[in-house]
């Protein structure tokens, strides 16, 4: 089931959500001008390796940052930014615009966390908005329960548009992580993904309500 878009009106311009979107894709343009060995020296420098958290501490947090802004193709930059641009304007305008920037890294960082310690591996490289974004999953999954998504939905060779309430959606998607994650396949974070959408619904429990201006 692919979104296409939620029937949730922003109060307000999504300016981080958007702003991130653009970072994302510069930042993988300019990837592609690099050379294989380039790219490797650049990746080996701003990806996250988990390991890094026992060698050297800062080196490892600021690989958490730094990776959720790096994507290993079209694919996985797309299917990213597509997600942040459908569900991260209303979590946005529910947070504001600062509030959101923080909940959107730090929910990052609590998927690498997770990756890091339940994903296996800790020399293999973690790379990806998904963790940051499946944190902003699961706010709108508390924000937003009633919303409606307008969803593509395949069906062997077939296809059919049906609008799936967000209570049913997001925690389908979030099944498909989980079960994806006996998969065996190693070159995608389910784990982290997981740990994102659990980390941004806890945090979206206990985030502060913000008080709504009342004009007269």
């Known amino acids: 089931m ?17 702003s991130l979107i653009l970072i994302n894709i510069l930042i993988f343009l300019y990837q592609l ?70 909940f959107y890294l730090v929910g990052g960082m609590i998927a690498a966390l997770a990756q890091a310690f339940l994903g296996g591996d800790p020399s293999v490289p973690m790379i990806g908005a998904s963790g940051a974004i499946s944190a902003v999953l699961g706010a709108y999954l508390l924000f937003y329960p009633r919303a409606r998504i307008l969803t593509l939905l395949f069906i062997v060779i077939f296809f059919t548009l049906i609008r799936v309430p967000a209570l049913f959606y997001l925690p389908y998607w979030a099944l498909v ?28 429990v206990l985030w502060p309500k913000r008080r709504e201006r009342i004009t007269y």
């Not at 692919?2 to 958007?18: G, K, N």
């Not at 797309?78 to 920037?101: K, Q, T």
């Not at 389910?190 to 980390?199: C, E, K, M, N």
């Open 2 to 18: 692919f979104p296409l878009h939620d029937d949730v009106r922003s109060r307000t311009f999504p300016w981080v959500s958007r």
């Open 33 to 102: 001008t690099l050379t294989h060995p380039q790219l490797e020296a650049f990746l080996g420098q701003f990806a996250f390796f988990p390991v890094r958290l026992t060698q050297d501490l800062a080196q490892g947090v600021l690989g958490m940052l730094t990776s959720m802004f790096l994507h290993s193709g079209w694919g996985h930059l797309l299917g990213n930014m597509w997600f942040l641009f459908i569900f991260g304007d209303n979590v946005e305008d529910r947070l504001g615009h600062f509030s959101f920037l923080v």
């Open 177 to 204: 992580q989980l079960l994806s994650s006996f998969s065996g396949q190693s070159n995608v974070a389910f784990v982290a993904h997981l740990g994102g959408f659990i980390g941004g619904l806890l945090i979206a």
